[in-house]
T-cell receptor
Framework: AQTVTQSQPEMSVQEAETVTLSCTYDTSESDYYLFWYKQPPSRQMILVIRQEAYKQQNATENRFSVNFQKAAKSFSLKISDSQLGDAAMYFCAYRSRYSGGGADGLTFGKGTHLIIQP | DSGVTQTPKHLITATGQRVTLRCSPRSGDLSVYWYQQSLDQGLQFLIQYYNGEERAKGNILERFSAQQFPDLHSELNLSSLELGDSALYFC???????????FGPGTRLTVL
């Protein structure tokens, strides 16, 4: 079974600065998807960014980018120019590329609580 | 707004009771997923339906069941409720299997 580990329960950053959230995962599969979801105080789960394991290029969405290291099984999220609205819980998630038998469900880490200092 | 709707937003009930949570996927999405978020277990995948058929099971208890109807909405039934079932229950949907999942706002269940 796959596992996802987020070793930072809480991170704090000054507004306008850059912060990196860490995520490692364990899998024996070679092809999979990785995601970062954001959960603000409203509790809504919002997709931030998605990475396909077969793509070597790191995904980027505006101020959000990832550093995907497949051999190290590492998938960190970098937030540039942090804004107050970025304050939330951030969850790293894994999903197999092979469907069926529970593989379609996302496996989540425990989350990192990001605090933005004004 | 993801386009996924869930009702009710909040539900308070007693131990031993049965409740039904409802989810309407985004227009055109065929696959529906249910997740449970609790302080103890974090976010856990429960079950997936695709075009009316059960597709995959995760950590779903035998007291829990789900179904997806011909109009593609889904219901999660929780019975013989225990205090530990108190959690936030999310529904997510995707166009097809393996596509990105979009989450609804969740149903907060409190068992007293």
């Amino acid at each position: 079974a796959q596992t996802v580990t987020q070793s930072q329960p809480e991170m704090s950053v000054q507004e306008a600065e850059t912060v990196t959230l860490s995520c490692t995962y364990d899998t024996s599969e070679s092809d999979y998807y990785l995601f970062w979801y954001k959960q603000p105080p409203s509790r809504q789960m919002i997709l931030v960014i998605r990475q396909e394991a077969y793509k070597q290029q790191n995904a980027t969405e505006n101020r959000f980018s990832v550093n995907f290291q497949k051999a190290a099984k590492s998938f960190s999220l970098k937030i540039s120019d942090s804004q107050l609205g970025d304050a939330a819980m951030y969850f790293c998630a894994y999903r197999s590329r092979y469907s069926g038998g529970g593989a379609d469900g996302l496996t989540f880490g425990k989350g990192t609580h990001l605090i933005i200092q004004p | 707004d993801s386009g996924v709707t869930q009702t009710p937003k909040h539900l308070i009930t007693a131990t031993g009771q049965r409740v039904t949570l409802r989810c309407s996927p985004r227009s055109g999405d065929l696959s529906v997923y249910w997740y449970q978020q609790s302080l103890d277990q974090g976010l856990q995948f429960l079950i997936q339906y695709y075009n009316g058929e059960e597709r995959a099971k995760g950590n779903i208890l035998e007291r829990f069941s789900a179904q997806q109807f011909p109009d593609l909405h889904s219901e999660l039934n929780l019975s013989s409720l225990e205090l530990g079932d108190s959690a936030l229950y999310f529904c997510a949907s995707s166009v097809e299997i393996l596509y990105t999942q979009y989450f609804g706002p969740g149903t907060r269940l409190t068992v007293l």
